[in-house]
Nanobody, 123 residues
Framework: QVQVVESGGGLVQAGGSLRLACAAS????????LGWFRQAPGKEREFVAA????????YYADSVKGRFTILRDNAKNTNYLQMNSLKPEDTAVYYC????????????????WGQGTQVTVSS
């Protein structure tokens, strides 16, 4: 089992940047796929990005492709989501999640979740 905790959320103007961090713990952390999801008020939680344990494969939702970058530092047990060119529609609570095996974009496939961090983008 792995525990994940998000940080780095905040308020930023449109066009700005934020970097979210997901600190992970557990003996098998380095073998887990890590993903980011987000949930805006009144909306379903949606997939944002994911990265496999080696960092060699990543996948992004179309809505963030070219603007967001996911990476991980296994030595620090930390996964990062670099968010650039932020838009008001990026406003949401962002969640880090972990699963074994390959990348998935479906929420139900991730058994381990952080508590979320708020990202607000002002226009």
């Amino acid at each position: 089992q792995v525990q994940v905790v998000e940080s780095g959320g905040g308020l930023v103007q449109a066009g700005g940047s934020l970097r979210l961090a997901c600190a992970a713990s557990g003996r098998t952390f380095s073998r887990y796929t890590l993903g980011w999801f987000r949930q805006a008020p009144g909306k379903e939680r949606e997939f944002v990005a994911a990265i496999i344990w080696s960092g060699s494969t990543t996948y992004y939702a179309d809505s963030v492709k070219g603007r967001f970058t996911i990476l991980r530092d296994n030595a620090k047990n930390t996964n990062y989501l670099q968010m650039n060119s932020l838009k008001p529609e990026d406003t949401a609570v962002y969640y880090c999640a972990a699963k074994s095996g390959a990348i998935a974009t479906v929420r139900e496939y991730y058994p381990y979740w952080g508590q979320g961090t708020q990202v607000t983008v002002s226009s």
